[in-house]
């Protein structure tokens, strides 16, 4: 098994800055597609940006690209998403999501096996 552990969330004006980072343990991170995922009241949990298992390949919703990035370490088994001009529509909660078919990046929820508890991102008008 793999427990997630989200942090970094919070209020920011829009325009600002987050930068949200999710821990794992329990089994081969590196061995893992990484996504992070966002759930906003009354919404769909809905697709943000994928990271393939060594990192090369980086994939994003277009709501957010150019703005959003996604890294991992595979050293310290973290994945991150960098968050840049935000927007009150990115308010949201964040998910970090781990998928063992690392050879399909996917960008619904069903194929993700393991889920961290979500942190929350508002941003203010």
């Known amino acids: 098994q793999v427990q997630l552990v989200e942090s970094g969330g919070g209020l920011v004006q829009a325009g600002g800055s987050l930068r949200l980072s999710c821990v794992a343990s329990?089994?081969?991170?590196?061995?893992?597609?990484m996504a992070w995922f966002r759930q906003a009241p009354g919404k769909e949990r809905e697709f943000v940006a994928a990271i393939t298992w060594g990192g090369s390949n980086t994939y994003y919703a277009d709501s957010v690209k150019g703005r959003f990035t996604i890294a991992r370490d595979n050293a310290k088994n973290t994945v991150s998403l960098q968050m840049n001009s935000l927007k009150p529509d990115d308010t949201a909660v964040y998910y970090c999501?781990?998928?063992?078919?690392?050879?399909?990046?996917?960008?619904?929820?069903?194929?993700?096996?393991?889920w961290g508890q979500g942190t929350q991102v508002t941003v203010s008008s």
């Open positions: 999501a781990g998928d063992t078919n690392f050879r399909v990046v996917q960008r619904t929820t069903a194929p993700y096996d393991y």
């Open positions: 329990g089994r081969t991170f590196s061995s893992l597609t």
